[in-house]
């Protein structure tokens, strides 16, 4: 098949604003097939993948690949949980011989279509925005290269804190993303024993950083150490605090 003209001359969807978490719409259940298809799966392959993460036998009845075993796929997919369709994504790709093609074009779907999910490596993470994802799906692979090993370790349970499915461990992502800059701050300074709270002055930030991170270690102890009863933290919120922390920890790494 020829090359299509929109990857032959590097064109990509532009991000919509992400408006869809704890869902899958029926374009995204319509599009998962379609694009296992497209990089070359059968249907009876793709039911196959399905009646394995439903847990339902597939039709005996139905043997022809076209249109019967398509239209079981379809089927399948309209009935799976909101949650299920993404264990669906995850299984095609594993299953698919064209596993890179499958996650790019399932990506651009999901990106054009405002949905906060991504297929990275075979798993579906959090999808926040261009900003978010720049300032921390890089950030553990550099505390590594900067030997801040236990600081890249908080972060990345923090990136899958606020990616866990079905419901994001939020309060588990703020207090991941302050203990990987806290274990980063502590390098720094050279203080291994003290709280952020306590030796910001030591990391000999200019001002008013300095005062800002104060500010960030009082947010984050409020909202994800001490969090109260009836005190709602929404997915936004807890994405700028890791996204945040993430960029506060390459910074101190980086000096």
Known sequence: MAERFSDRHGYRPSAAKITVREDAPAELRGAI??????????????RKVLCGVLLIPPDRANWSEYPNIRQEVDWLMDRAPWYKVYDI????????????????????????????????????????????????????DRLDESGYQRAAN?????????????????????????????ATAREVAGE?????????????????LDQAVHKLWGYASDRGRHIREQQVVDHSEAELIVAVAGALCAFLAQR
């Open 33 to 46: 097939p379609l694009i296992a298809e497209q990089v070359g799966m059968a249907p009876s392959a793709m």
């Open 89 to 140: 994504a995850q299984a095609l790709y594993a299953a698919t011989g064209a596993g890179d093609e499958f996650e790019r074009r399932l990506n651009d779907f999901l990106v054009e279509n405002g949905i906060g999910w991504e297929l990275r490596d075979g798993e579906i993470t959090s999808r926040g925005s261009e900003v978010f994802a720049r300032s921390t799906h890089e950030v553990p």
């Open 154 to 182: 908080e972060m990345r349970e923090a990136l899958a804190d606020i990616s866990r499915r079905p419901k994001p461990d939020i309060t588990g992502a703020i207090q991941h993303a302050m203990a990987a800059l806290e």
């Open 192 to 208: 291994p024993n003290l709280t952020l709270g306590k030796f910001v002055p030591a990391l000999d930030l200019p001002p008013p």
